[in-house]
């Protein structure tokens, strides 16, 4: 079965510093592998996704991803967080075949400090 | 570029009524999905919708139900509801051949279930 993991509940960083939002998958198949953030009573904005190719992939406001097939991870990063990145983050996975749906971690909450 | 847009953005109900869920995707895309977000349930993956046809259903009941109307806008139905269906129900939508594309999503409607 395909499955997305979000090992951390929250992540805490102060503002600056460096960030990074985990994510573990497992599916059969090639992964086509997407991040999404929340912010407070809103939809989903999409982020990036990694389908093949470059390793990292770059997306919006500043965030990237690494891909990393041997470690089923494809990690969410940013080299400096700013406060206005606290939101609630979401990793999927494609599921296989051509079904349309995509698979949600439980999330990551992340909080930026001043 | 106008997003996905989702009305009403709160619906309140009593148990056993029926709810109509309404959804207009991006101009272009021609799948549309239907999410449920329910509070400890994370993103469950309802219903897939393209070119008019119901492509896929999640692992849901069958009052849930809904479809796709020729300018490729779609409704979700909900019949009679129950105390748990309460939740934020996301629309989305993409180009075609699903798997291959992102999905992007709208700001939700928020249904309560009295």
């Known amino acids: 079965a395909q499955s997305v993991a979000q090992p951390e509940d929250q992540v805490n960083v102060a503002e600056g510093n460096p960030l990074t939002v985990k994510c573990t ?6 992964p086509y592998l997407f991040w999404y953030v929340q912010y407070p009573n809103r939809g989903l904005q999409f982020l990036l996704k990694y389908i093949t190719g470059d390793n990292l992939v770059k997306g919006s406001y500043g965030f990237e991803a690494e891909f990393n ?28 075949g051509n079904t349309g749906k995509l698979i949600f ?3 990551t909450t992340l909080q930026v400090k001043p | 570029e106008a997003g996905v847009t989702q009305s009403p953005t709160h619906l309140i109900k009593t148990r056993g009524q029926q709810a109509t869920l309404r959804c207009s995707p991006i101009s272009g895309h021609t799948s549309v999905y239907w999410y449920q977000q329910a509070l400890g349930l994370g993103l469950q993956f309802l219903l897939w919708y393209d070119e ?16 796709q109307f020729p300018n490729y806008s779609s409704e979700l139905n909900v019949n009679a509801l129950e ?3 309460s939740a934020l129900y996301l629309c989305a939508s993409s180009w075609s051949l699903a798997g291959l594309y992102e999905q992007y999503f709208g700001p939700g409607t928020r249904l309560t279930v009295t």
């Open chain 2, 83 to 85: 105390l748990e269906d």
């Open chain 2, 52 to 67: 008019g046809e119901e492509r896929n259903r999640g692992n849901f009941p069958p009052r849930f139900s809904g479809r």
């Open chain 1, 105 to 107: 971690g439980q999330g």
């Open chain 1, 69 to 96: 097939k041997s470690q089923t991870s494809f990690h969410l990063k940013k080299p400096s967080a700013l406060v206005s990145d606290s939101a609630l983050y979401f990793c999927a996975v494609r599921g296989s």
């Open chain 1, 25 to 30: 998958y497992s599916v059969s198949g090639n």
